[in-house]
Nanobody, 124 residues
Framework: QVQLVESGGGLVQAGGSLRLSCVGSGRTFSGNGMAWFRQAPGKERDIVAA????????YYADSVKGRFTISRDNGKNTVYLQMNSLKPEDTAVYYCATDRSGGISYTPMGYNYWGQGTQVTVSS
């Protein structure tokens, strides 16, 4: 059974930092792109950051550029999202997902496995 399990969410004050982790099990994801999405109440699920299978390419939404960093450890089947200088508008449930290919897709349709999500709340 393929599973993605996120961790690291929580409550933090504006300006603070969090590091999200997503561990995969049931198969290796070393050949797949990976991404973090987020969804706030009443809003669509939007991509935050993505990384290609090798880590050689990354993508960031404009709203998080310069503040968030995505990385991966294929040996541990894990992808990370380092979030710095957090803002109240970053509050959402954060999901990790595996791309159907080794590259980067920009919409949820390009991803076939999803974690259950982890809540990130940033207070002002």
């Amino acid at each position: 059974q393929v599973q993605l399990v996120e961790s690291g969410g929580g409550l933090v004050q504006a300006g603070g930092s969090l590091r999200l982790s997503c561990v995969g099990s049931g198969r290796t994801f070393s050949g797949n792109g990976m991404a973090w999405f987020r969804q706030a109440p009443g809003k669509e699920r939007d991509i935050v950051a993505a990384i290609s299978w090798s880590g050689g390419r990354t993508y960031y939404a404009d709203s998080v550029k310069g503040r968030f960093t995505i990385s991966r450890d294929n040996g541990k089947n894990t992808v990370y999202l380092q979030m710095n200088s957090l803002k109240p508008e970053d509050t959402a449930v954060y999901y990790c997902a595996t791309d159907r290919s080794g590259g980067i897709s920009y919409t949820p349709m390009g991803y076939n496995y999803w974690g259950q999500g982890t809540q990130v709340t940033v207070s002002s």
